[in-house]
C-alpha cells in the first residue's frame, strides 16, 4: 500500500482487462520490464518452513547464590559450645535457602520460555507448538492494530500465527518464534510516526528476531526500514506499495530509495506490486472500462496517498485522460462540503482517491455522494487503501455502493494450490479473510523461507530474502528482483455493493517488476 532504480513502467498498448484473477493465478508470471508488461515462468522449489519456539538453557554456579554472614558470639565455656552449634544450624539454613534460590529460578526461566517476549507494543504472539531443537530465533509483524484498518490488519496477524502453526514449527535447523507489534495509537487511529521508529529500535536491539513482517503503511516503512538497514535486519512486507521504497518512478520522491538504505545494502522487498502499476491500470480502467472522460483527484497528503494519486495522474496524463484537478484533503476536517463543491464544478465526470480509509475516508465518500453525484453518476475508483470491509460501516453502505477500488493483489477466492489450502484452513478457524489475508502470510513463508536457508545472522538472512524463489507459495511463485520488487503481481479491480462487505471480485491484470 498497504514495501539501482526501476523505470516506471510505460504501457506499449490498451492494456487489456478481459482477463481474469483466476486465470492469472494459473500460470506463473515472469515480471515486466521497465517499458511493459510481460510474464515469466517459475523456477525451482526451495524448502520453506517455520514456526514458533523458545528455548532456555539453565547452568547452575559451584559457588553459593546466598552467603549469610555469621553472627559472633562474644562468649566463652558453655557459651562457646553453643556458639559452634549456632554456626552448623545456620550453615543448614543457607544450604536449603541456596537450593530453594535455584528451583526459584528454574522455575522463572521456564516461566519465561513459555510465556514469550514482552516487550512489544502488543502482547499478542503464536504460532502454535513448535516442537524441540533448533536454534530459537524471532520474527515480529508490524502492522497498525487501531484504527478503520483493525479488521484488516487482525486477520493478517491470525493468518502470520496459522502459517507458522501449520510448518510445524521448524525453518531448517530453526525453531521460530512470532509477536505482534502495534505501530498505531488509539489517539491517531492509524500508523504514527513515533511509535514506528520506536518499534524499529526494540527490533534492531533485540538480536534473537532475524526479520520482520511489515510495515502495512508505506509512510510506516519510510521511518523503520533505515533505521533496521544499518542492523542488516530483513523487512518483508504484505502491503507497501509507495514507489519509492524501491525505486524511482511517478511519485517518489527525491532521494528515494537510495536514502532509505544508509549501509548501501538492500534489506527490504515486498510480496505486491507497486503504486506505478497500480496507478497505471486503474488510470486505463477509469477510462476505458468507466468511460471517464475527465477526472478529478484526491489525495490523504500521506506518504502512500499522495504516491498512488501522483502515479495515476501521470498514467492519466499520457493516456489522454483529462485531470481536472488534483488536491489533498485535511484528515482532521468535519466534513469536506466545500471540497466537493470545487469536484464538482469543475465538470469532472470521475472521482478518483489516493489514501488510506483511518485519515476520515469514511467523510469523504459521504460528502461526494451528497455533493457531487452517486456513483453510477459521477465513477469513483479508490485505491486499495479504501478497499476495506470496514469502509462499509464509515461511509454507509448506500454511500458506497458502485464504488470500484483496486488492490494489488489477487481475489482470495482465486487462489489455488497451497493459497486456496492455506484460505480454507482460514476460514474454518477464523472465518472470512480480507485482500491482504494471504499476502501476510506469504510474507511470513519468505522469511521463514530466508531463515531456514540461512547461517542464522541477519545479513545471510537478507541475502536469502533476495535469491528466494518459492514456486508454490500461498499467493503464487514468489522471488524478487535487486530492488526489492516482486518479479510477478497482480492489481484487481473490486467493486462494492449496496448489500454491503465483502467487496466484490471484478477482475484483474498482471504485472512485476523487472527481473
Not at 467523510?363 to 470496514?390: P, R
Amino acid at each position: 500500500m498497504p514495501k539501482a532504480g526501476v523505470e516506471p513502467a510505460r504501457a506499449n498498448g490498451p492494456l487489456d482487462f478481459e482477463s481474469s484473477a483466476s486465470s492469472s493465478s494459473a500460470t506463473s508470471a515472469e515480471g515486466i520490464r521497465r517499458n511493459g508488461i510481460r510474464t515469466v515462468a517459475g523456477r525451482s522449489s526451495r524448502r520453506h518452513n517455520g514456526a514458533p519456539q523458545r528455548a532456555g538453557r539453565l547452568g547452575v554456579s559451584s559457588r553459593p547464590l546466598l552467603k549469610v554472614p555469621l553472627r559472633r558470639v562474644l562468649a566463652t565455656g558453655s557459651v562457646e559450645r553453643n556458639s559452634r552449634a549456632n554456626e552448623e544450624a545456620q550453615l543448614r539454613r543457607r544450604n536449603l535457602l541456596s537450593v530453594l534460590v535455584l528451583v526459584l529460578s528454574a522455575l522463572a526461566l521456564l516461566a519465561a520460555g513459555c510465556g514469550g517476549d514482552d516487550n512489544g507494543t502488543s502482547g499478542s504472539s503464536g504460532g502454535g507448538d513448535t516442537g524441540g531443537g533448533g536454534q530459537a530465533v524471532k520474527i515480529v509483524s508490524d502492522l497498525p492494530l487501531q484504527g478503520s484498518s483493525a479488521g484488516q490488519t487482525e486477520t493478517m496477524v491470525n493468518a502470520i500465527k496459522l502459517y507458522l502453526e501449520q510448518i510445524g514449527g521448524k525453518a531448517g535447523d530453526f525453531t521460530v518464534s512470532y509477536e505482534s507489534f502495534d505501530d498505531s495509537t488509539a489517539a491517531k487511529g492509524a500508523w504514527d510516526e513515533a511509535t514506528c521508529a520506536a518499534n524499529a529500535r526494540k527490533y534492531v536491539e533485540d538480536e534473537s528476531i532475524l526479520g520482520v513482517i511489515g510495515t502495512f503503511n508505506s509512510g510506516c516503512a519510510k521511518i523503520e526500514v533505515p533505521i533496521a538497514n544499518e542492523a542488516s535486519l530483513a523487512y518483508v512486507s504484505p502491503a507497501n506499495t509507495a514507489v519509492g521504497l524501491t525505486h524511482v518512478g511517478p511519485g517518489s520522491e527525491p532521494g528515494e530509495p537510495d536514502k532509505y538504505y544508509p549501509s548501501g545494502t538492500r534489506n527490504y522487498a515486498r510480496v505486491v506490486a507497486s503504486d506505478d502499476f497500480q496507478g497505471e491500470i486503474d488510470a486505463a480502467y477509469m477510462q476505458d472500462a468507466l468511460g471517464v472522460t475527465s477526472v478529478y483527484i484526491l489525495d490523504d497528503k500521506d506518504a502512500y496517498g499522495k504516491g498512488v494519486a501522483d502515479a495515476f495522474e501521470q498514467a492519466a496524463k499520457a493516456n489522454g485522460l483529462k485531470v481536472a484537478g488534483h488536491t489533498g484533503w485535511d484528515a482532521n476536517a468535519q466534513n469536506y462540503k466545500a471540497l466537493m463543491t470545487q469536484v464538482k464544478a469543475s465538470g469532472a465526470d470521475g472521482v478518483y482517491i489516493g489514501g488510506i480509509a483511518c485519515f476520515n475516508g469514511g467523510q469523504v465518500i459521504k460528502d461526494k455522494v451528497s455533493v457531487v453525484g452517486d456513483n453510477e453518476a459521477v465513477k469513483l475508483l479508490v485505491s486499495d487503501g479504501f478497499v476495506l470491509d470496514s469502509l462499509f460501516d464509515e461511509a454507509g453502505a448506500d454511500n458506497l455502493a458502485g464504488t470500484y477500488g483496486s488492490a494489488p493483489v489477487l481475489n482470495p477466492d482465486d487462489l489455488t494450490g497451497a493459497g486456496k489450502t492455506f484460505l480454507d484452513a482460514y476460514q474454518a478457524k477464523y472465518g472470512a479473510p480480507e485482500v491482504y489475508t494471504a499476502y501476510a502470510a506469504a510474507a511470513a513463508q519468505v522469511l521463514v523461507d530466508a531463515i531456514g536457508r540461512s547461517d542464522g545472522t541477519r545479513e545471510d538472512v537478507v541475502a536469502k530474502v533476495f535469491d528466494a524463489n518459492i514456486t508454490d507459495g500461498i499467493v503464487g511463485p514468489m522471488s524478487f528482483n535487486p530492488d526489492g520488487d516482486p518479479t510477478s503481481g497482480l492489481i484487481s479491480i473490486f467493486q462494492a455493493e449496496a448489500s454491503g462487505p465483502p467487496w466484490k471480485f471484478v477482475e484483474a491484470k498482471q504485472v512485476g517488476a523487472s527481473s
